[in-house]
């Protein structure tokens, strides 16, 4: 998802010129496809032209990953059930 997203963003980007760009991003950059982290440090590198804004708003899995990191056990175990594990081992292959 993350190079997908990256070319969707290279489109805006061509599209913008030389003028500002808003992007909404809408949610779920977590359990969705195989590279959450790589969505996440995307959206977190903040957009490279600085005429442009992001505004990342926080889905119902985003929402549910900080419950779970939080310490609500309810959240994790429900976290884990609906893609939290690909979400994890997106973040632990940094230490293969």
């Known amino acids: ?3 997908l997203l990256r070319q969707a963003l290279a489109f805006i ?7 500002p760009a808003r992007v909404i991003f809408l949610g ?5 496809g195989p590279d959450p982290k790589g969505v996440l440090d ?3 590198a903040g957009p490279t032209n600085p005429r442009h804004v992001w505004t990342a708003l926080k889905g119902n899995h985003d ?3 900080a419950d779970a990191l939080a310490g609500d056990e ?11 594990l690909t979400t994890l081992g ?3 292959s940094l230490f293969d």
């Open 74 to 84: 309810l959240a994790l175990i429900n976290w884990l059930q609906n893609g939290g």
């Open 28 to 32: 779920d950059y977590v359990d969705r």
């Open 63 to 65: 929402q549910l990953m």
């Open 90 to 92: 997106s973040f632990l």
């Open 1 to 3: 998802m993350a190079g």
């Open 42 to 44: 995307l959206l977190m």
């Open 13 to 19: 980007g061509v599209d913008a010129k030389d003028k």
